[in-house]
């Protein structure tokens, strides 16, 4: 599983940006799919996460209200639409995804980040 993210950039504070997160390889067998942040020196955290089929979603308390993830199947691609931008949203975002292989075994695939920046 291949995961390239686009869609980042320098945006002001309350503005809106969409993330992208198109897979490709062996797409039939991931599972849920997320997204994740790095401030510089911080830890990464999950941002939000949507489960295979998108009938389920969770928040960080952080973005819950103003992000929205989502994920449309049939082009293996899923979103992340960022309302209200704060400066603290300033951070490399990852798209994240779980598969299943033929072996059972559930891995983690990462994408390359994308860089958003807020200005105050």
């Known amino acids: 599983v291949q995961l390239v993210e686009s869609g980042g950039g320098l945006v002001q504070a309350g503005g809106s940006l969409r993330l992208s997160c198109a897979a490709s390889?062996?797409?039939?067998?991931?599972?849920?799919m997320g997204w994740y942040r790095q401030a510089p020196g911080k830890r990464r955290e999950l941002v939000a996460s949507i489960t295979s089929g998108g009938g389920s979603t969770n928040y960080a308390g952080s973005v819950k209200g103003r992000f929205t993830i989502s994920r449309d199947n049939a082009k293996n691609t899923m979103y992340l639409q960022m309302n209200s931008l704060k400066p603290e949203d300033t951070a490399v975002y990852y798209c994240?995804?779980?598969?299943?292989?033929?072996?059972?075994?559930?891995?983690?695939?990462w994408g390359q980040g994308t860089q958003v920046t807020v200005s105050s």
């Open positions: 994240n995804a779980k598969a299943t292989g033929w072996d059972r075994v559930q891995r983690n695939y």
């Open positions: 390889g062996s797409t039939f067998s991931i599972n849920a």
